[in-house]
């Protein structure tokens, strides 16, 4: 049986095989581990804006940032913990970092995706933005051929008035 620090030894010897070991750790790990709030977490209030947070026990005595209001809150440390409790062994510590990098490169894969829709969203709104410009240019000429037409029909109406006081002052003569 080995113990934690030769398995950190092992892992060190073996750096150009770290695809293969971030795959054996992937099996390992739940897909949605972030999501959920598990025993061992730390549940806290933000002392600034009272926003329910929750962090893994190994976060403690920490300073993070409130998702909610993005200032600074302190974890606080369980009662009956110690911040020498936390220790990780080199192996822990070794396979932690290659979990991490694995998930800094999905982050980096979803900022990239994240940012070509955000590209396709500016680019489609200039479309439509351009569109709703040309729509409202020609609701202005209609307007504007709207109120002519009513200009005409008032004058065609006025006309047609002249001309039957004109016809009905002829029949009286």
């Not at 025993?39 to 893994?56: E, Q």
């Not at 209609?142 to 109406?157: E, H, P, W």
Request: charged residues 30%.
């Amino acid at each position: 049986m080995t113990n934690d620090t030769d398995n950190a030894k092992l892992l060190e010897k073996e750096m150009d095989g770290e695809d293969v070991l971030t795959a054996d750790l992937q099996s390992e790990e739940p897909e949605n581990d972030n999501d959920e709030i598990r025993p061992t977490d730390i549940v806290f209030d933000c002392p600034h804006c009272g926003h329910n947070l929750a962090i893994d026990y190994r976060g403690a005595g920490l300073q993070i940032n409130c998702v909610a209001c993005g200032r600074p809150a302190l974890v606080p440390i369980p009662d009956g913990m110690k911040i020498d409790d936390l220790d990780l062994s080199p192996g822990e510590l070794l396979t932690q970092l290659f979990q991490t990098r694995r998930m800094m490169l999905k982050n980096e894969q979803r900022i990239a995706e994240l940012e070509e829709t955000l590209a396709s969203v500016k680019i489609r709104r200039t479309e439509l933005e351009k569109a709703r410009m040309t729509t409202l240019h020609r609701c202005a000429e209609l307007v504007g051929m709207c109120q002519s037409g009513l200009k005409l029909q008032g004058d065609m109406a006025n006309t047609l008035n002249r001309m039957i006081a004109l016809i009905a002052e002829e029949q009286q003569r």
